[in-house]
């Protein structure tokens, strides 16, 4: 699965509108994939965890779209990834040749990578 539909992954991210990060970084995203392969190792448990969390909160948004198998083939992360973060996402899909300057519907932007 390499298309998908990016007004679902927008209109689950509209539904996160007014939600915020507590002071340590701490958010209901990384919670979200406690206890899954998604990421290498414990993420979190919405209490004790907290990371600057941009990345996080898209994988969130996609996984919520297309359940985590699917949204880890868009996202080109394998299982147990280190792609918790924009350099270790950005390497993923540089890895599979999904790199480019000139930005498309549907595209994650990374800067300064």
Known sequence: MSKFD???VINIAKTQIGYAETPE???KYSAYFEGTDFYNGSKGNGTSWG???CDIFFDYCMCKAYG???ARKILCQPKNSYGAGCKESFGYYKLENRTGKDPKI???IFFSI
């Open 6 to 8: 990016v007004s679902k």
């Open 25 to 27: 970084n701490i958010t």
């Open 51 to 53: 990371v600057a969390w």
């Open 68 to 70: 985590i198998e699917n």
């Open 106 to 108: 549907g595209a994650q």
